[in-house]
């Protein structure tokens, strides 16, 4: 006989936004299951924003050591230790995944650790276990995906980059999102050979071109090779023992691309829904395989929710964990209609230099709007005064109609990232050009130039 239990709230993931979704759940006193059949705290803890910031601080140091000499510091470089690196930063994980554990257990949040599947839309098995509850949440987030080319699986991901023991000589990356770009920002500070493979032709090809545009002249100062409008034929090993590398991209019409350490393919994610039995549930998915859910996160199914990536809605931890708290208030706090509204979502890139943005691009806001003002700044940052290494800080403000609300704030330069919390608020609350200009300036800082534009 299969063991049973009755929950109010059987959670299906527990990263990002399932382990938000649980906690608020039983902090309104609902008896909550978390279900994670990997480790604690999804792709963020694992494998996304956490161990990718600490390489973009080492990527970081990289630049500032190269700079040290013009501030009057001798700085002998050796090598950089790049497996030191790992065992510190998966040491780092390994202690968030202990503290989202005992997170959970302090809320009273039961972890049952195993696969989930339906067997109904309120029953939900985890191996023999069997789970009777009044809600289901789906949370189960991404992953990446490998591109349908001969040869793929000989490349890596953003997964198993985390595993590199060791940093590749030559890597080439194949793809034109902020992973491709975070990345080769990493992999070029830290000293391989980067070349970064488009399909199109720009970076962060969905963002305003004054950051993709800026970001690409930036990255090939530093060194990085953009090869742009490439069709790939697959992946092979080299030929000959190649002195640059051991794999082999190549053409359609097979002559070679290049050769390389590694390959990186950062060519997209797909939502990890196939193993759930969703049938047995009745869940229907959009054509993409995403969960679509109403903006109650509600699925077709009105007991069984989706919080987080598999929604296919903006893939951003926060983003998760709105949904997912929001959710938990709206269904067990007695908050009526409480959910989050997806609009205005900052993001950060973590590249060198990094990048924030809030709000529409250009081109949006000349589609929406008939009355659109531009505002732009350029600058060299006062910490490359004393330098020769100049590269430009942009910034641009996108207002519209006569009182001139801003709708679109795009940044590229050092401190963009921790920048753009607060001009995120401003642009939330509808803050007009004229509120800005009314901000005294924060002297001597490259925020200022948001407050200074004319
Ligand atoms: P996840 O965090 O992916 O969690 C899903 C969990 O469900 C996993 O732990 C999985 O093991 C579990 N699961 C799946 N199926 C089952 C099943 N059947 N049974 C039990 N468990 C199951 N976002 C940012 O905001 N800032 C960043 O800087 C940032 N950087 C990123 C860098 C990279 C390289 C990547 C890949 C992503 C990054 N993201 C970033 C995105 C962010 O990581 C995701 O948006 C976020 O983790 C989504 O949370 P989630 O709860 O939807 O899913």
């Avoid at 013009?70 to 700085?75: H, R, T």
């Avoid at 050979?193 to 071109?209: A, M, Q, S, W, Y």
């Avoid at 529409?360 to 006062?382: G, I, M």
Wanted: proline fraction near 6%; include cysteine; aromatic fraction near 6%.
């Amino acid at each position: 006989m299969p063991q049973q239990d009755t929950y109010d709230l059987v959670v299906i993931g527990g990263g990002s936004g399932g382990i938000a979704h649980a906690q608020r759940a039983a902090e309104y006193g609902a008896r909550v299951a978390v279900v994670e059949s990997h480790r604690l705290g999804g792709t963020c803890v694992n494998v996304g924003c956490v161990p990718k910031k600490v390489m973009w601080h080492a990527a970081d140091i990289a630049q500032a050591l190269g700079d040290a000499a013009a501030y009057g510091f001798k700085v002998e470089q050796g090598p950089h230790d790049w497996a030191a690196l790992k065992r510190a930063r998966d040491a780092y994980v390994l202690r968030l995944n202990g503290i989202y554990e005992s997170n959970l257990a302090r809320r009273n949040v039961e972890l049952i650790r195993g696969r989930a599947r339906f067997l109904g839309p309120r029953t939900v098995a985890v191996g023999e276990l069997v789970l009777q509850t009044r809600y289901v949440t789906i949370a189960t987030g991404g992953r990446p995906i490998l591109p349908a080319l001969p040869g793929a699986d000989l490349g890596i991901t953003s997964d198993t980059f985390f595993e590199l023991p060791a940093r590749p000589p030559r890597i080439a990356i194949v793809g034109s999102g902020y992973v491709a770009a975070e990345l080769g920002s990493v992999f070029g500070a830290l000293g391989s050979e980067v070349t970064l493979v488009l399909r199109g032709e720009r970076l962060l090809r969905d963002f305003d071109p004054i950051l993709s545009e800026t970001l690409m002249a930036h990255m090939r100062a530093q060194g990085m090779q953009i090869l742009t409008k490439v069709t790939l034929g697959g992946l092979r090993p080299a030929q000959s023992r190649s002195p640059s590398g051991e794999l082999e991209l190549y053409l359609p019409d097979g002559s070679p691309l290049g050769c390389y350490d590694s390959v990186l393919w950062a060519v997209g994610r797909e939502p990890v829904t196939l193993d759930l039995d969703l049938p047995r549930a009745g869940v229907t998915l959009d054509p993409e395989g995403f969960i679509p859910t109403d903006p109650l996160q509600e699925t077709n199914v009105p007991c069984i929710f989706a919080v987080g990536d598999v929604t296919g809605r903006e893939a951003l931890t926060p983003v998760a964990i709105a949904a997912g708290r929001r959710l938990s208030d709206r269904v067990f706090g007695g908050q009526a209609g409480r959910k989050l509204e997806y609009h205005t979502i900052p993001t950060v890139i973590f590249t060198h230099p990094t990048i924030g943005t809030v709000g529409c691009t250009e081109a949006q806001a000349r589609e929406r709007h008939a009355d659109v003002r531009v505002y732009r700044s350029s600058f060299v940052p006062l910490y490359h005064g004393v330098m020769e290494r100049k590269p430009r800080s942009e910034m641009k403000l996108i207002a519209v109609g006569p009182e001139e609300r801003i709708v679109g704030l795009h940044v590229i330069g050092p401190g963009a990232d921790e920048m753009l919390q607060g001009f995120a608020v401003a642009v939330r609350m509808g803050a007009r050009k004229v509120d800005f200009d009314d901000t005294v300036a924060i002297h001597p800082t490259s925020a200022e130039e948001l407050v200074t534009m004319r």
